[in-house]
Structures are given as C-alpha cells and as structure tokens.
C-alpha cells in the first residue's frame, strides 16, 4: 500500500545539536509537506515543496532547513538556531489538484 | 485571529450519541478537510467538501459556503471514534496548497 512513512517515531535533541526527520512516500506525489504541531494550536507549515530541488518557507521556517534531492524524499532539519524544538512534527503530500493530504504517522521531537 | 475556528474544544459523549463538531471560516477557500488524528498522532482524511453534503457511513460532513461553517456528525456514536477531529480549509492550491488548520474537538465516547 502507498503511504508516507516518518522516522523516527521518537527523538531527542541535545543543546547546541541540529537533528534530521525522515518523510519517505510512495504516493508519487509532487508537493511535500512539514508541519509542526503544539497543544492547543492548529497545525503550523514549516516549508513545502511541490517539485524536486525547489522548496518554499512556509510560516514558521526560522530554525529549521529541508532539502528535496528526490520526489520520494522530503526530510527536516531541525538546527540548533530553533530554540524551542519540542513538538509533534507532521509530513504530508498530495498530488495534483485540490485533494486532500495525506499524513505520516509523524515524529515527536524532545530536548533532552 | 485565527483563520479557522471550531467548536467545542473538547467533547465527552457517551456511546450511542449523536454528535455535531462545528468549524467556522474567515477566508475565501477552494475546500474544506475534516481529519482525524488519532491518540498515536497520525491524521488520516476522512472528506472533502466543497458545496453541499457528504455521507461516510456513520460521518455525515455539510458545508454552507455562504456562511463559511461546516459541521461533522457522527451517529450511533462509539467509543473507537474516540480520536480528534481537525478542520482544514485550502484557499490555494495549483502552486502547492495552502491549508489553514482548526486547532482540533478532541472527542470521548464513553461505553
């Protein structure tokens, strides 16, 4: 089955440390997603790509930095410059047209 | 002020009940998303409207464009819809889409 697979499920970051998330998908889609989750907040875009090399900041990209190498591939860096890190972090994809995302299981990332 | 409000924040029913979740929007949108996000935090999509009414088994989703609302019914509620129910509106798409995200009804349903 196609789908959009993140890992880890769980991640822990030290001070002054930048970590990566994976986002993989298998859905042949072209736009790619991060979103950063808080309590009590709706989901917020980090940075979207709708075609390999190219990538957009979306509302909160300070501190974090993403790359697109290949379709199948979207993954997050989280550097040392984001000073409050712990949240849940979402990948999502769609294909052409005004469909709806689909979501990874999603990746929670902690400060140790 | 956010761009996609919903109501109730919270909710506890008991098993059986009918159950309405409303969202309130404030841009111009090419659709609306209700999602679910279970306890483990996946989010899976469960309609997309952009006029009228749709039905999913025991989901029901309407929308009223004029009013910008939309509402999500569960009947015979259960307690595996336990779960939290978010509310997307897309106002762009065509040059990657631009959702505004509810901040969620985190629902209950007591057996």
């Known amino acids: 089955d196609g789908g959009i697979t993140q890992s880890p499920k769980y991640l822990f970051r030290k001070e002054g440390q930048n970590v990566t998330l994976s986002c993989e998908q298998n859905?042949?889609?072209?736009?790619m997603y991060w979103y950063r989750q808080d309590p009590g907040q709706g989901l917020r875009l980090i940075y979207y790509?709708?075609?390999?090399?190219?990538?957009q900041k979306g509302d909160i990209a300070e501190g974090y930095s993403v790359s697109r190498e290949k379709k199948e591939s979207f993954p997050l860096t989280v550097t040392s410059a984001q000073k409050n890190p712990t949240a849940f972090y979402l990948c999502?994809?769609?294909?052409?047209?005004?469909?709806?995302?689909?979501f990874g299981d999603g990746t929670r990332l902690s400060i140790l | 002020k956010n761009e996609v409000e919903q109501s109730p924040q919270n909710l506890t029913a008991q098993e059986g009940e009918f159950i309405t979740i409303n969202c309130s929007y404030s841009?111009?949108?090419?659709?609306l998303h209700w999602l679910q996000q279970h306890p483990g935090g996946g989010i899976v999509s469960l309609f997309m409207?952009?006029?009228?009414?749709k039905k999913h088994g025991r989901l029901i989703a309407t929308i009223n464009i004029q009013e910008k609302h939309s509402s999500l019914h569960i009947t015979a509620s259960h307690p595996r819809d336990s779960a939290v129910y978010i509310c997307?509106?897309?106002?762009?798409w065509g040059t990657g889409n631009q959702f505004y995200f509810g901040t969620g009804t985190s629902l209950t349903v007591i057996p």
């Open positions: 997307a509106v897309l106002t762009h």
């Open positions: 859905l042949n889609h072209d736009a």
């Open positions: 409207l952009s006029s009228g009414k």
């Open positions: 790509s709708q075609i390999v090399n190219d990538f």
């Open positions: 999502a994809s769609n294909g052409v047209g005004p469909e709806p995302q689909h």
């Open positions: 841009v111009g949108i090419s659709a």
